[in-house]
């Protein structure tokens, strides 16, 4: 699981000319999926997300996660993170997880975000959205979790 995590003072996403997903000051994170990703490296990775110290303290600091702050949190499935770039001049899709088991392992994964977080917004799987941030900073990390070797499989309940 890779999420690319960004400080905003504001951020939403629209599908269909209907904002579908907005938070405040906090964290956007656009979230892909890769094969052998599994539910337990996507909680590690989202209790990072929730923990990662992006946020200024009062010396101006990065000292604070979104945990501290109470700040949004605004969830973007984004396959084309999963893509292989390391040759050509066209990505290669063959490393993503397949479309049904990233969509379960997305909305798993924003189930439990919202359980440990209050402020939780999403954008939508598979839909054509608009992005919208004004990023603070800007401040913009890249947070991934090594897949693993075994099949990819979505625990029931997890």
């Given at each position: 699981?890779?999420?690319?995590i960004q400080r905003?003072?504001?951020?939403?996403?629209?599908?269909d000319?209907?904002?579908?997903g907005r938070?405040?000051a906090?964290?956007?994170?656009?979230?892909g999926?890769?094969?052998?990703?599994?539910?337990?490296g996507?909680?590690?990775l989202?209790?990072?997300?929730?923990?990662?110290?992006?946020f200024?303290?009062e010396a101006?600091?990065m000292?604070?996660?979104l945990a501290?702050?109470?700040?949004?949190?605004?969830?973007?499935?984004?396959?084309?993170?999963?893509?292989d770039?390391?040759?050509?001049?066209r990505?290669?899709?063959?490393?993503?997880?397949?479309p049904?088991?990233?969509?379960?392992m997305?909305d798993?994964?924003?189930t439990?975000a919202?359980?440990r977080?209050?402020?939780v917004?999403?954008?939508e799987?598979?839909?054509?959205?608009?992005v919208?941030?004004?990023?603070?900073?800007?401040?913009?990390?890249w947070?991934?979790?090594?897949?693993?070797?075994?099949?990819?499989?979505?625990?029931a309940?997890?």
């Amino acid at each position: 699981m890779i999420a690319l995590i960004q400080r905003v003072s504001e951020a939403s996403v629209t599908v269909d000319d209907r904002v579908v997903g907005r938070i405040g000051a906090g964290i956007l994170a656009l979230v892909g999926f890769e094969r052998g990703d599994h539910m337990q490296g996507a909680s590690r990775l989202l209790t990072r997300v929730l923990t990662y110290r992006i946020f200024p303290d009062e010396a101006g600091r990065m000292n604070l996660s979104l945990a501290d702050t109470g700040g949004g949190l605004l969830m973007v499935p984004q396959f084309t993170l999963a893509a292989d770039t390391q040759k050509g001049t066209r990505p290669g899709f063959s490393t993503a997880a397949a479309p049904d088991l990233a969509r379960s392992m997305f909305d798993q994964c924003l189930t439990l975000a919202r359980a440990r977080h209050a402020d939780v917004a999403a954008g939508e799987f598979g839909a054509h959205m608009k992005v919208a941030l004004v990023n603070d900073g800007p401040v913009t990390f890249w947070l991934k979790m090594p897949p693993d070797d075994k099949e990819l499989t979505v625990p029931a309940g997890a």
